[in-house]
């Protein structure tokens, strides 16, 4: 069975920092882009975060605005589990946090992703 596992939510005071793990069981994460989503309450889906599959020259990624320079997404192919490393997070950071997985070269919006883990909640708060 295929599935997508998200691990590493916490409660996190403003300023601190998490990891968050997408581990894959029943597929190889190398050959699917994958992007980091997140939803807070009363919001849709917004891609936080994409790495681009494995099979291309470049390992490339991208970052939403509001989140540039203080998150980082990495693939640790013997792991099969892609990292998103948080720094420096805010209160506005706060919400569920999904990967998904695309058989392709980009990361598409939420719903056109091929596969979706079932969210870690981030809450950032004093």
């Known amino acids: 069975q295929l599935q997508l596992v998200e691990s590493g939510g916490d409660l996190v005071q403003p300023g601190g920092s998490l990891r968050l793990s997408c581990a894959a069981s029943g597929f190889t994460l190398d050959v699917y882009s994958i992007g980091w989503f997140r939803q807070a309450p009363g919001k849709e889906h917004e891609r936080v975060s994409c790495?681009?599959?494995?099979?291309?020259?470049?390992?490339?990624?991208d970052y939403a605005d509001s989140v540039k320079g203080r998150f980082a997404i990495s693939r640790d192919s013997a792991k099969n589990t892609v990292y998103l490393q948080m720094n420096g997070l805010k209160p506005e950071d706060t919400a569920v946090y999904y990967c998904?997985?695309?058989?392709?070269?980009?990361?598409?919006?939420?719903?056109?992703?091929?596969?979706w883990g079932k969210g870690t909640l981030v809450t950032v708060s004093s």
């Open positions: 790495i681009a599959n494995s099979i291309g020259t470049t390992n490339y990624t």
């Open positions: 998904a997985a695309e058989i392709s070269n980009y990361c598409s919006d939420w719903e056109s992703m091929d596969y």
